[in-house]
């Protein structure tokens, strides 16, 4: 992990921190004062006289007396002492007293102290004084040296009751807490980092994979909505924003054919394709959608079109043969119309055993070759999934740009990672992603636009199942529409405002309610 990595989940994951330092903490602050016992300390500070010649502040005297401080302090503690000591304390141990008594003498001094620490500090300074005591007792009796002569071992400073306990030390405990939730919830953060392999907000995925955000399409509370995008749908906003940056980034390289694809199924590309190709026909560019997922196709379900007629298969089998010549003998039986203005729909056809060679075929870029003198402005793919299939990277390698649709609600990193390295080994030209199902809610937005809602019935279907006439490939626009059968552009009114059209209802895609 790179110190990037490292600060990145850090900053995702403070809370983790936080958490951990205020508990452990505070757990360690409130365990102190509430858990553990207070204990106090009592001393005695003791000193060897020697009196060789009399005088026992002489400077061999004192050093004598240093030498054998460390020796009496270590018999303070020894079984004798503590015995005798725990026989005037009724229910006292040689082994609780020696657990509580220590003694160490004093650097460079005739000097050294006998502690005791008992939860009790009356009881601590007792049994301190009587350690001192029977010391001195046993010293004497053992050198048979007359009280007279004064005794060996003097009580310097008796024992005094203390007040203030010397553990536990809340405040010491409670930064050690702190310490330890600091390191414990910087190591989590770093964990969940490493084991998490979702996406989950719109800033990893951008810091992921290097693209840019190109919309962000939010989550309906119905199924998702392809023609419903009217003045008061959520989503309206985010597909002209989408159109919007997709024309920005043909600023130094056009922009005629495009795929949109998805890193695994389930993302809502089909809907996304087929809405973006939306908002470019009503933006005034003669768009041409096409359905190349060969495997599972889904355009002619969302425009209502047959599952049965020809399409994009029979037209690069026809290329097969065709050139840009006759390409639009080739393609205007197949291209259907819809109510919408500039909108062509080229639905999948007949589904080809291995659809990856039909789209990586000499054909398939003669297709492209036509379209690009077609009269279409735009030319829109609904590809499949980048992962376990190469039919979208094939067709990627081909277009002038590349779409991903995102939900980073199920996004993965690997999968992420896994579809930029296949789109860079293909040479594709990414123009970025497209957030997908996003979860920040549905709001209205303030911005107003004029519905587009038609019955959008496909001409196909009105003729009595002719395929209706295909966009003449020279012809001015407004020609191309009259002549696939579509209405002209609604002239505007007096004030400025086009008429309304019709209400457009797909199959089982519910209606917005009006206000």
Not at 60 to 80: H, I, K, Q, R, S
Not at 216 to 244: A, C, D, M, P, W
Not at 347 to 370: D, F, K, R, V, Y
Not at 449 to 457: E, I
Request: charged share 15%; glycine share 8%; hydrophobic share 45%.
């Amino acid at each position: 992990m790179t110190f990037e990595q490292f600060y990145r989940s850090l900053a995702k994951r403070w809370y983790i921190v936080v958490i951990c330092v205020l508990c452990i903490g505070a757990g360690a602050y409130v365990g102190s004062a509430v858990l553990l016992h207070s204990v106090y300390q009592s001393t005695v500070v003791m000193q060897v006289v020697i009196r060789n010649g009399g005088n026992p502040l002489s400077s061999d005297n004192l050093t004598a007396g240093t030498t054998l401080a460390g020796t009496e302090a270590d018999l303070a503690t020894t079984y004798p002492v503590l015995s005798e000591v725990a026989t005037h304390f009724p229910g006292m141990s040689v082994g609780d007293l020696s657990g509580a008594v220590q003694a160490t003498s004093r650097s460079n001094k005739p000097l050294f102290d006998i502690v005791v620490k008992n939860t009790d500090p009356n009881l601590a300074a007792k049994v301190a004084n009587d350690v001192a005591s029977v010391l001195i007792k046993q010293q004497n009796q053992l050198l048979q040296q007359p009280v007279t002569d004064g005794n060996f071992l003097v009580v310097v400073e008796p024992a005094q009751v203390s007040d203030t306990p010397v553990s536990p030390n809340k405040t010491l405990n409670a930064v050690g807490g702190v310490a330890v939730g600091l390191l414990l919830g910087i190591l989590l953060a770093v964990i969940f980092e490493l084991v998490d392999t979702r996406i989950r907000s719109k800033s990893n995925l951008a810091s992921l994979l290097g693209w840019p955000l190109l919309a962000t399409i939010k989550q309906t509370g119905s199924r998702e909505s392809v023609v419903n995008l009217t003045s008061h749908n959520v989503n309206s906003e985010g597909f002209s924003i989408l159109h919007t940056n997709i024309g920005f980034s043909a600023v130094d390289r056009p922009i005629h054919t495009l795929v949109i694809t998805s890193t695994v199924p389930g993302n809502g590309k089909s809907v996304v394709a087929a809405n973006l190709a939306i908002s470019m026909a009503k933006a005034g560019k003669n768009t041409l959608l096409i359905d190349a997922n060969l495997r599972h196709p889904t355009i002619h379900e969302l425009f209502n079109l047959s599952s049965h007629a020809k399409g994009f298969t029979n037209a690069i089998v026809a290329f097969r043969t065709a050139s840009s010549a006759n390409g639009q003998q080739v393609l205007m039986p197949l291209i259907r119309t819809v109510n919408i203005p500039n909108l062509s729909i080229l639905t999948s056809g007949p589904l080809p055993p291995i659809p990856s060679e039909l789209l990586a075929s000499n054909a398939m870029q003669n297709l492209l070759t036509s379209l690009s003198t077609s009269g279409f402005e735009m030319v829109i793919f609904d590809t499949p999934s980048l992962l376990g299939l190469s039919d979208a990277t094939a067709l990627a390698a081909k277009v002038d740009g590349t779409v991903i649709v995102i939900d980073v609600a199920r996004a993965k990193k690997d999968e992420l990672e896994q579809a930029k390295a296949v789109l860079e080994q293909a040479g594709a030209h990414v123009l970025g992603t497209v957030v997908n199902k996003d979860a920040g809610g549905d709001q209205e937005t303030p911005y107003k636009h004029v519905s587009y809602d038609s019955s959008m019935m496909s001409q196909n279907e009105a003729m009595g199942g002719q395929a209706a006439p295909a966009p003449a490939w020279s012809a001015p626009k407004q020609a191309q529409v009259q002549a696939q059968g579509m209405p002209p552009k609604p002239q505007m009114s007096a004030h400025g405002i086009p008429p309304k059209p019709a209400q457009f209802s797909a199959p089982g895609i519910p209606q917005p309610k009006g206000k």
